[in-house]
C-alpha cells in the first residue's frame, strides 16, 4: 500500500500550520501525520545560532510549547483524529534537547515501510503534488528518496526567483520525501540525514543513495510553496531564535521595496545582512505562481484552493531560469540517434585532465542523470578534481587516474593504466562518454575503448595526435557539445555549467564574506604567482578607489606574499581569502561574487563553471593593463546598473 507518514516539528505555526489537514483528508490512501510540538535547545544541528545571538526568552512559548494558538489547535485536530494525528510533546516546561531528538521522537510508532515526508509548517503542498509524489515512488520501488525545488515566499506576494543560490541550492536542498523502513534513523537534521543499519555494522544515507533528483520532481509539478518569512510573526520569531539581528526592520523595507517593483527584481542581500548570495525576489504574479495562502485586507491569512495543473508552469519557468536553455539540434542523416536510455543502466565518464575538466562536464553530468536516472554513473578523473567530485549529486562511483597529459601512446604509464582498467572494469558499462575536447582527448577514448563498452560517445577530432585520430576508438562522434547531450535525450539538454558546495562551505563562505565591508558588487580576484599580478596590484588599487566595489582576493598557496601586499594597499575595500577556504567553500564564495578578474587554478575554472562574467581578462583578452581591465569592468558595471 506504501501509506504516507508526515513529519512536522512546530512551535507557534500560526497560520500556516492550519492548512495541512484539510489537503491530508483529500488523499486517496493510508496517511498519518506525526506533529512534534515544542522548544528547540539551541544545540547540536542549531547551536551556530548562539554565536549570532540566538536565544529563547520566556515570552516566546508558553511552559515549552507554543504561545499563539497552535496548541489549542494540535489538541483538536488530534481529537478529531486519533488514529490518523499523533501529537509529541515533552512534560511541561521542559524543551527538546535540539531538533534531533524532535524528529526521531515519532519513529518508534512508525512500525511499516512507508513514505516518511517531512513537512514543515509553512511548507505547502496539494493533493496532486503528493498523491503524484507516492506514484512516483510506487512505480520506482528502487528510488530511495526525492529532492523537491520549493517557491520560497519573503512576504506575503514576495518570492525567490533563482536557482542554486538562497533557498533553493540543489546542492543539499531541499530533501523532503524518504522511503522509511523500521530500524532507519536521523542523524541529523539541519540537513536532514536519515540512514538505515547494514549487517557489515556500515549505515547507508537513504537520502543520498538513489533518491529523485531536482529536475525529476520539478519536471512532475513538484515544487513545494514555502512561506518561510511571509508574515512579521515569522520573522520576529527567527531574529530572536536564531539571532538574525535587525530581520523585522529589513524585512518591512522589503516589503516596501516590493511593492514598487513592478516587474523587475531585488537583490536580496541588500535586505537580509545573513544572505550573501545572488537570490533575487520577484512579484509572485510575475513569477508565475498563484500562492496557496494569502492575506485579506485585515491582514488574516486563509488558503486558497489551487487551479488544476497550477503547479508546473512556474515549476518549469524555475528551471529554465536556471541557467541558459540550448535547444537541442536536429539529428542530420550520419549523426548518432539517441541512445536506448533504456537500456543503460551503467555508465562510465572518462575526465582525465583535471578539475577543469570536471568542472567544464557539470553540465554533461547533470544532464546523464536527467536521462539515465537508474543508471550508476562511474567518474574516472586525476587526484585534483577528487574534492569536486566528492560534492557531486549526479555519481555514484569515483575512480582515480595518475595525470596522463602530455605522454606519448605508448608510455610506460599509459600502458599501465590501460592495463589496470582493461581488468578492473572489461564489461562494466553498457555506455562510456569523453565529454573533453582537448588534444589528449584520445587517451580517454582509448581508456573508453579497454573497457569494451559497447557504446562510446566523444567529440570529433578533425586531426591526427601524435600519430592517431582519436575519433578510431569511439563507435559514436559528436560534431559539437549540443550534439553530445543530443545524443543522450530526446528532449532539451542544457549544456550550462554549475559547481557544487556543501553546507559546511556555504557557511565557511559566508563567515567569510561576513568579514567584508559591503559594496554595491563582489569583484573575486584570481592571483597566480607564475602569472604575476603586477597589473592587478594596480587594478585593485583603482577597483578600491571606486567605493562601490569589494574586492575578494583569491588563488594558490604561492600568491599570500602578493595577497598580503594588495590588501595591504586597498584596505577594508579588500578581503584576502588566499588559503583560508577548502575546494567547497571556494566554490560558496565564488557563487556570491559578482564578476571575476585574473588567473589561477581551480578558482578559474570555478568561475567559468559557475557562469561568473570574467571581464576585461580570460585568454581572448592576452595581458591587459589595469587601465583596460578597469574600463572594461567600468562599462559592464555600468551596463548592470542600466539593466
Known amino acids: 500500500m506504501l501509506p504516507v507518514h508526515f513529519l512536522t516539528i512546530v512551535l507557534n ?235 523585522v526592520r529589513q524585512w518591512d523595507a522589503l516589503q516596501t521595496a516590493g511593492r514598487a517593483v513592478g516587474s523587475g527584481t531585488l537583490p536580496l542581500r541588500d535586505f537580509f545582512p545573513w544572505v550573501t548570495d545572488a537570490a533575487t525576489v520577484a512579484r509572485a504574479e510575475h513569477a508565475m505562481v498563484e500562492p496557496l495562502a494569502r492575506p485579506d485586507a485585515e491582514g488574516t491569512w486563509g488558503f486558497v484552493p489551487p487551479a488544476q495543473g497550477a503547479s508546473t508552469a512556474p515549476a518549469v519557468a524555475l528551471l529554465r531560469g536556471s541557467g541558459p536553455a540550448a535547444r537541442r ?79 606519448a601512446p605508448d608510455d610506460a604509464l599509459v600502458t599501465a593504466v590501460r592495463q589496470e582498467i582493461g581488468q578492473q572494469f572489461s564489461g562494466a558499462f553498457d555506455l562510456t562518454i569523453n565529454p573533453g575536447r582537448g588534444e589528449d582527448a584520445s587517451f580517454a577514448n582509448r581508456l573508453m575503448q579497454d573497457t569494451g563498452a559497447p557504446l562510446r560517445l566523444g567529440h570529433r577530432v578533425g586531426r591526427p595526435v601524435r600519430g592517431y585520430y582519436a575519433d578510431a576508438f569511439l563507435t559514436h562522434v559528436a560534431t559539437t557539445p549540443a550534439g553530445l547531450l543530443g545524443a543522450l535525450t530526446t528532449g532539451e539538454p542544457d549544456p550550462a555549467t554549475e559547481v557544487w558546495t556543501s553546507p559546511a562551505g556555504e557557511r565557511a563562505a559566508a563567515a567569510l564574506m561576513a568579514e567584508g565591508v559591503p559594496a554595491r558588487w563582489r569583484c573575486a580576484v584570481g592571483l597566480s604567482a607564475s602569472a604575476g599580478t603586477g597589473s592587478l596590484s594596480e587594478l585593485c588599487r583603482r577597483l578600491a578607489a571606486r567605493g562601490d566595489t569589494a574586492l575578494i582576493l583569491i588563488g594558490e598557496e604561492a600568491a599570500r606574499g602578493a595577497a598580503a601586499r594588495i590588501a595591504g594597499e586597498t584596505g577594508t575595500a579588500c578581503l584576502n581569502a588566499v588559503g583560508r577556504l577548502g575546494f567547497d567553500g571556494l566554490c560558496a564564495l565564488l557563487r556570491r561574487c559578482d564578476l571575476f578578474v585574473g588567473t589561477g587554478a581551480p578558482a578559474e575554472d570555478i568561475a567559468v563553471a559557475a557562469m561568473l562574467p570574467m571581464v576585461g581578462t580570460g585568454p581572448e583578452h592576452g595581458d591587459p593593463t589595469a587601465g583596460a581591465m578597469e574600463s572594461a569592468i567600468a562599462a559592464w558595471l555600468a551596463g548592470r546598473v542600466r539593466l
Not at 22 to 49: C, K, M, Y
Not at 54 to 82: C, F, K, M, N, W
Not at 142 to 151: F, N, S, V
Not at 366 to 380: G, H, Q, Y
Open 13 to 247: 505555526g500560526d497560520p500556516f500550520i492550519r492548512y495541512h489537514l484539510e489537503v491530508f483528508r483529500q488523499l486517496p490512501f493510508p496517511w498519518h501525520w506525526h506533529i512534534v510540538e515544542g522548544v528547540a535547545e539551541l544545540v547540536n544541528d542549531t547551536a551556530w545560532s548562539l554565536s549570532q545571538g540566538g536565544r529563547v526568552p520566556q515570552d516566546l512559548h508558553r511552559d515549552g510549547l507554543s504561545s499563539d494558538g497552535t496548541s489549542a489547535y494540535l489538541d483538536r485536530i488530534a481529537a478529531e483524529e486519533p488514529g490518523r494525528v499523533s501529537v509529541h510533546r515533552k512534560p511541561p516546561g521542559v524543551f527538546w534537547r535540539g531538533k534531533l531528538e524532535m524528529v526521531s521522537a515519532p519513529l518508534a510508532a512508525m512500525t511499516e515501510e512507508c513514505l516518511l515526508w517531512q513537512v514543515d509548517a509553512d511548507e505547502l503542498w496539494t493533493v496532486e503534488q503528493i498523491t503524484r509524489a507516492r506514484r512516483m515512488f510506487l512505480d520506482s520501488p528502487w528510488r530511495t528518496a526525492a529532492l523537491y525545488l520549493c517557491h520560497f515566499f519573503v512576504g506575503p506576494s514576495l518570492l525567490l526567483d533563482r536557482l542554486d543560490s538562497y533557498g533553493n541550492h540543489r546542492s543539499y536542498e531541499w530533501l523532503r520525501t524518504w522511503r522509511y523502513r523500521p530500524g532507519d534513523s536521523w542523524q541529523s537534521h539541519e540537513p536532514p540525514r536519515l540512514t538505515r543499519p547494514q549487517p557489515d555494522g556500515s549505515a547507508v544515507d537513504v537520502g543520498a543513495a538513489n533518491p529523485f533528483l531536482h529536475e525529476e520532481t520539478a519536471a512532475g509539478g513538484l515544487v513545494f510553496q514555502h512561506f518561510a518569512y511571509a508574515t512579521r510573526e515569522q520573522v520576529a520569531f527567527k531574529e530572536i531564535y536564531y539571532g538574525y539581528d535587525g530581520a
Open 329 to 407: 539540434r536536429t539529428l542530420v542523416p550520419g549523426e548518432p540517434p539517441p541512445f536506448p536510455t533504456d537500456l543503460i543502466r551503467s555508465v562510465g565518464v572518462f575526465l582525465p585532465d583535471g578539475v577543469g575538466a570536471v568542472l567544464r562536464a557539470s553540465g554533461v553530468l547533470r544532464e546523464l542523470r536527467r536521462a539515465l536516472p537508474l543508471a550508476r554513473i562511474t567518474v574516472f578523473a586525476t587526484p585534483d578534481a577528487e574534492a569536486a567530485l566528492a560534492l557531486c549529486p549526479y555519481v555514484n562511483q569515483r575512480v582515480t587516474l595518475p595525470p596522463l597529459k602530455g605522454r
